[in-house]
């Protein structure tokens, strides 16, 4: 298998989905490369950095369409050393208007993919309860550790605030904040407990936090 440019002419023209593929990885290496004002020596070398080596040559066969294999494992390496994502390696928003997702399928824009790559749309996937709760329970505990600093800023001032108006004002911003603390402490207790008994691994939680799991969990299920 070799790589080919995507081509609209005949049907018969058109490289396999796998090549399509690696041409797109290739090209946007490429242009990433280019766009830093690197040699590919110096991708090769900066690729050697990171733990992986990828030899000039074999870099310099990639971009020219010369590779017929490209291993995962380079893909994420390559994004690392480009200072960019693998996904945006292999779905580049911005820099090409159509990527074919499957073989056999149309093609999309590449934002439609990436976010498929990504499970961010969840359309036809079977089992995304779990990464949707993990994602959840990212959230909420952003939003209750942000409530609780402001919580304790406002609580502070309560305390120490001599004039009266600003102590009812920081007692009104007080109970708003209290009141996010809670929805957010209620929005971790309920994706942990579908991550638990889904027998997931429990994320870490800070230890101001540790009232949101009953008594008795383990705590070498956190992540």
Sequence with gaps: MTQREFDDGDEDDVPEWADHVMATVANEV??????????????????????????????????????????LVDVIVLAEALWTSPICLIYPVGYVPEVQRLPLQERIPPWEALLWFSAH?????????????????????????????????????????KDPVRRTEAQR?????????????????????????????LPYLPPELADIDPPGTDEEDDI
Excluded at 35 to 62: F, T, Y
Excluded at 142 to 156: F, I, L, N, T, V
Excluded at 174 to 185: D, M, P, Y
């Design 121 to 161: 749309d969840d359309a036809g996937l079977d089992d995304h309860e779990m990464l949707h709760q993990q994602r959840q329970h990212i959230s909420a505990l952003s939003r209750a550790e942000s409530a609780m600093a402001s919580e304790g800023y406002a609580r502070h001032t309560v305390e120490t605030e």
């Design 173 to 201: 911003a007080h109970a708003v904040f209290a009141e996010r603390v809670s929805q957010a402490k209620e929005s971790l207790r309920e994706a942990r407990s579908y991550i638990s008994s889904h027998s997931g691994l």
């Design 30 to 71: 490429k242009r990433r490369r280019k766009e830093i004002g690197w040699s590919a020596q110096q991708l090769s070398d900066r690729c050697k950095d990171i733990g992986h080596p990828i030899p000039r040559n074999v870099i310099a066969n990639m971009e020219s369409g010369r590779r017929t294999n490209l291993p």
